[in-house]
């Protein structure tokens, strides 16, 4: 009986002692900055898929604080993003990341996109400008709306444009480079209008629909509305 117990005792040390010497998992962390390739800007919204895991981007950047170092698939997507699959090799410690994602808009679009932004906010302030082109986009994401910005800008509802500018031929206008600068800000994600659908001028517009809709703010001459 002593023998089993001097076994039993020496067996749990052994074990114990075993145990100890085991090292922990190392543990990383990632750093990952996002931006719109087009542009250069930081995306603001959007996804990233780190093996069975999603992390949200936020105002250009992700946070993983804990992951265990080896080789993992990304996927990177967002609004107006082509989803970009890549492979990173996460090592000891804190890894910074870097990553630019293409949008799945042509060039053409991004041209309506900066003309339409032009017709419509000409003598806006910048934040009134990207409010505007973020409308558009919106529209587009919208169920309620076509989906693409081509469609959405010369969409006509009982023979009737959507927007003023298609109708008077201001359309037509050359976007200039604070025109691109807007869309290009609103195709990455930022939103001035707070997801408004539409936009109207109150000192211009009497309109009985468009001054019932909720109202998600007011820039300049602009009153944005949700639909």
Not at 116 to 134: D, F, H, Q, Y
């Amino acid at each position: 009986m002593r023998k089993t117990t001097t076994f039993v005792t020496v067996l749990i040390m052994l074990i114990a002692t075993f145990s100890l010497t085991i090292p922990l998992q190392a543990q990383s962390q990632i750093n990952g900055t996002v931006y719109a390739k087009e542009s250069g800007l930081p995306l603001q919204q959007g996804s990233v898929r780190l093996g069975d895991k999603v992390f949200a981007i936020v105002n250009g950047e992700f946070f993983v604080e804990s992951i265990q170092p080896g080789k993992y698939k990304v996927t990177i997507d967002g609004p107006f993003r082509q989803a970009k699959e890549t492979t990173i090799i996460v090592k000891n410690g804190l890894n910074k990341l870097t990553f630019n994602v293409e949008t799945n808009l042509s060039q053409s679009e991004i041209d309506l996109l900066a003309k339409i932004t032009r017709a419509e906010a000409e003598g806006e302030s910048e934040l009134g400008k990207v409010a505007v082109a973020a409308t558009v986009l919106n529209r587009v994401l919208s169920p309620k709306y076509p989906s693409s910005v081509k469609e959405v800008v010369y969409q006509r509802i009982n023979g009737r444009t959507q927007y003023s500018p298609v109708r008077d031929g201001r359309i037509n206008l050359s976007p200039r480079r604070q025109d691109y600068e807007a869309a290009y800000q609103a195709l990455a994600g930022n939103d001035p209008s707070n997801g408004a659908t539409g936009f109207f001028n109150p000192a211009k517009t009497k309109d009985a629909w468009v001054h019932s809709r909720p109202v998600t703010t007011r820039i300049g001459g602009h009153t944005f509305f949700s639909y």
